[in-house]
């Protein structure tokens, strides 16, 4: 024990040292638990329904005519990710990420 410091303002010391500490952990868990989201899987009903694929040059041009070569997650207006990110977040898929390389019927260009 410090002799400049009472018992009451050791505990009080170590307890915001205590806080500060939680809060650092609680968002180094928020940060690592946002890098391990899970990829939107394929078969998934809104992915399904939006025509997701994870490699846009697999994209059913037949059913989605929309779809230009070079369109991909990682260049849409939706994108929440770099545009070097290999996933990202996207609105449509809330709490999962979509593969850059992906690409859905929802596409919109940038800028």
């Not at 994108?79 to 992906?102: E, I, R």
């Amino acid at each position: 024990m410090s002799k400049t410091q009472s018992v009451p303002q050791q505990r009080r010391v170590f307890l915001i040292g205590l806080a500060g500490g939680g809060l650092m952990l609680g968002a180094g868990v928020h940060l690592q638990a946002r890098a391990q989201a899970k990829l939107v899987d394929e078969k998934d009903a809104q992915a399904a329904a939006l025509g997701y694929v994870a490699d846009a040059t697999k994209t059913d041009t037949k059913k989605y005519p929309k779809y230009a070569a070079g369109q991909n997650c990682a260049n849409c207006a939706l994108y929440q990710g770099k545009a070097t990110d290999a996933a990202g977040g996207c609105p449509l898929f809330a709490g999962k990420q979509v593969a850059g390389k992906g690409w859905c019927s929802a596409w919109a260009k940038k800028g």
